[in-house]
């Protein structure tokens, strides 16, 4: 049994927030979209989805794009894989833990 | 709900009075968790050693006592990092008294907040154990790369 490591702090943090998991939902359901796009599909403003999508960037769950006059944004699934095998190690620690437990008290010597 | 915590459950077939002696003394925590021994204050705010051969000692804090029901501690989630604000999740355990024996639960919180941590674990390749709803992202945002 060894300790483990943590996921990414950047990563979880910003899936942490309603409104931003819906924002990255809504990218990986249709593809990409832009501030505005997607403030018409949420119950917040253009400059929140802006706020929302810059945390996002930073821990690098979305790709930005210029396409014109536009900035283009779309989900990268590799980045939410990562933290979900961040997370799924980090219970298999536990569940191996649990399980030497389960054997000593169930030890009847 | 958002990926903060990590739940875990196991039935085992012992009183729950043994169960949490188990759970709690210094003696079994450094073979079942630890494998190079432990040192534990129990009680609230008390001091927790736990020593890995290969990784060395880390240090948390007892932070509920309520034999044998309830038992919670705070750990470093990066152990390199050590017991600082912003490097902590908290762990709590649940002993349930069943028909089988104790129904034992462990419930891992606080990763949204930690501030620290080490570069993504990359070793685990199995969905399995994942949160609904990230496994549901993750399924969305894979369909999306998989578009031509």
Redesign the interface.
């Known amino acids: 049994m060894t300790p483990t490591s943590a996921p990414d702090p950047g990563v979880l943090t910003a899936l942490a927030d309603p409104t931003r998991w819906e924002v990255l939902r809504l990218l990986a359901t249709t593809g990409d979209g832009t501030a505005t796009t997607l403030a018409a599909q949420l119950p917040v403003s253009r400059p929140a989805v802006i706020k929302h999508l810059t945390v996002l960037d930073r821990a690098g769950l979305v790709q930005r794009r210029r396409a014109g006059r536009e900035v283009r944004y779309a989900a990268r699934p590799a980045r939410v894989a990562e933290a979900g095998q961040a997370l799924t190690a980090l219970a298999h620690a536990w569940d191996a833990r649990l399980s030497a437990l389960k054997r000593l008290a169930e030890d009847p010597n | 709900m958002?990926?903060?915590s990590?739940e875990?459950e196991?039935t085992?077939?012992?009183p729950r009075e043994?169960?949490w002696s188990?759970?709690t003394s210094a003696e079994?925590l450094g073979?079942?968790?630890?494998?190079a021994g432990a040192e534990i204050d129990l009680r609230p705010g008390g001091r927790l050693e736990?020593r890995?051969e290969?990784?060395g000692t880390?240090r948390g804090e007892v932070d509920v006592v309520e034999p044998p029901e309830r038992f919670a501690f705070r750990w470093p989630?990066?152990?390199e990092a050590g017991f600082v604000e912003g490097n902590l999740?908290r762990v709590e355990f649940t002993l349930a008294a069943a028909a089988e024996g104790?129904v034992?639960t462990?419930v891992?919180s606080g990763?949204?907040?930690?501030?620290?941590?080490?570069?993504?674990?990359?070793?685990?390749?199995?969905?399995?154990?994942?949160?609904k709803?990230?496994?549901e992202?993750?399924e969305?945002?894979?369909?999306?790369?998989a578009?031509p």
């Open positions: 958002t990926p903060d990590i875990r196991i085992i077939g012992a043994r169960v188990l759970l079994h073979s079942w968790f630890g494998d736990l890995w290969k990784y880390v989630a990066d152990h999740t104790t034992l462990v891992e990763f949204a907040a930690l501030r620290y941590g080490d570069p993504i674990v990359r070793h685990a390749d199995h969905v399995q154990g994942w949160g709803e990230l496994g992202l993750r969305l945002a894979e369909g999306v790369a578009r």
